[in-house]
């Protein structure tokens, strides 16, 4: 099974830039969804290596651009009417009306809501697009790094290659810094009043 896999990810990486564009692609259309794109993103690391985190933040950030920008225009009153019936999605918004793109940023690293939903969620706040994008882009950076990281030593595993001490390092480091970057995205939200 391994070996198959293994097969199927060399002529997925032969594509080249064609094969970087479709998982560029992959990542816009996941971004307008509730596709689990942590797992793709550890895919791409595990057929691209290094070249599929500016593929995956290229795709991520136009996804997330047009979800936001539908949500403050053409969905915008139906997706106000699903947040005024969830009591987290009015917790949120309320955190980034008080602080603007430090919470972007933060839930780009561990998110609250599924991250295509939380797209749509920020363009019912007062943010404006620009710090919105750019938190997005720092925001997402770690975590995309992070697990096409962990897809690479997926596919060194299961080649019987073996991880530099710096590959392994760097993973442990950034699971360390999303767990604590979920605290601190759980403590702001609790500390808002209901």
Known sequence: MSERLLALAQAWAELGLVGLCALALVFALGTLTVMPRFTFYSIGGAVFGPAAVPAA??????????????ARTWLHE???????????????????????????????????????MINYVFGLTRIAFVPYIVATAGGLLPPIATFAGLGMLGRIALSDSQP??????????????MGITALLIVRRMRALPH
Not at 164 to 177: K, L
């Open 57 to 70: 933040m290229i795709g991520s950030l136009i996804g997330a651009a047009a979800a936001f920008l539908l």
């Open 164 to 177: 530099s001490p710096t590959e392994a390092a760097i993973s442990a480091a950034s699971i360390i810094v």
């Open 78 to 116: 139906a997706f106000q009417r699903q947040a005024d019936k969830r009591p987290k999605w009015r917790r949120l918004c309320a955190a980034i009306d008080a602080e603007g793109w430090r919470i972007v940023a933060l839930t780009r690293v561990v998110s609250p809501l599924p991250g295509g």
